[in-house]
């Protein structure tokens, strides 16, 4: 599942508007709608502090190299 979805769908069972989640995370609604629609290049600090409102978080690991 890709961020774009997961973040639009995490938001919604949570019943948070964009305009919310740009109030309750500090994050411009323009980079909340870019993100929601698969644009933009957000930070790692961005990432969290929307992960930490929508009750999520971010994982990072390395990917098993294809043989």
Avoid: H
């Amino acid at each position: 599942m890709d961020l774009a979805k997961t973040m639009k769908e995490r938001r919604s069972f949570l019943r948070m508007t964009q305009q919310d989640l740009a109030d309750f995370s500090q994050i411009s609604l323009a980079t909340i709608k870019d993100m929601e629609r698969g644009k933009g290049n957000p930070s790692l600090s961005t990432l969290e502090k929307i992960a930490e409102i929508l009750g999520m978080e971010v994982c990072l690991k390395i990917k098993e190299p294809k043989l």
